[in-house]
């Protein structure tokens, strides 16, 4: 088979990239306030084991929402 125009060799490895974070929505952290506050005021009295899921989802979210925050790309311009 013909190489395509660009490829690179398979002999040469790259070095695997850092980790960095992707850059999320603010109505992203909005939701997961929401949700949080939805879920222990409605769903937490009727149902112990839905509110306490409902409740660790939406913490992670906000939690992944202060990360995207501090940990993204600033988009630095040339």
């Known amino acids: ?4 125009a660009g490829s690179k060799s398979s002999s040469k490895k790259q070095a695997p990239q850092k980790w ?11 939701l997961s306030i929401i949700g949080f506050l ?13 509110g306490i899921t409902f409740m660790i989802v ?3 979210m906000f939690i992944a929402s ?7 790309p600033t988009g630095e311009f040339k």
Request: no cysteine.
């Open 1 to 4: 088979m013909a190489k395509r």
């Open 20 to 30: 960095h974070a992707v850059p999320l929505k603010g109505s992203f952290m909005v």
């Open 38 to 50: 939805i879920t222990a005021y409605l769903v937490y009295p009727n149902s112990f084991n839905y």
């Open 58 to 60: 939406f913490i992670a």
């Open 66 to 72: 202060l990360i995207s925050m501090t940990k993204a």
